[in-house]
């Protein structure tokens, strides 16, 4: 499991998997989910968000999962498959000025 407080939780019903902010390192832990319980452990982002985990989100269809934190550049996301995390998405051109709380995908 993962070690720390636990700062945030998210469930994607379409990725069928709970993910976890904390604040220790990796920050963000994520778990596949079914009615008969949680699954293995998913591996660890390649590349993990620095900082604390304060927030985290899946987003609607299930294919990305975001990581807001206390560290720049604030908010980190990734892919979302049903092998787990893939590779880092580019951060954004222009950076929150502030550590990241919470984070939310709207609807395109």
Do not use: C, H
């Not at 220790?24 to 985990?53: E, H, I, M, R």
């Not at 609607?60 to 807001?68: E, I, L, Q, T, Y």
């Amino acid at each position: 499991m993962f070690s720390g407080n636990t700062a945030a939780q998210a469930a994607a019903s379409a990725a069928r998997s709970i993910a976890v902010a904390s604040e220790n390192a990796p920050s963000v832990s994520a778990y596949p989910f079914s009615p008969s319980g949680f699954g293995t452990k998913f591996a660890d982002p390649a590349t993990l968000p620095a900082g604390q985990g304060n927030g985290v989100a899946f987003s609607a269809d299930g294919a990305a999962v975001a990581v807001a934190r206390n560290a720049s550049p604030y908010i980190t996301a990734y892919p979302w498959s049903g092998s787990g995390f893939g590779v880092k998405f580019s951060n954004p051109a222009t950076l929150p000025g502030i550590n990241g709380y919470g984070v939310a995908f709207g609807v395109v």
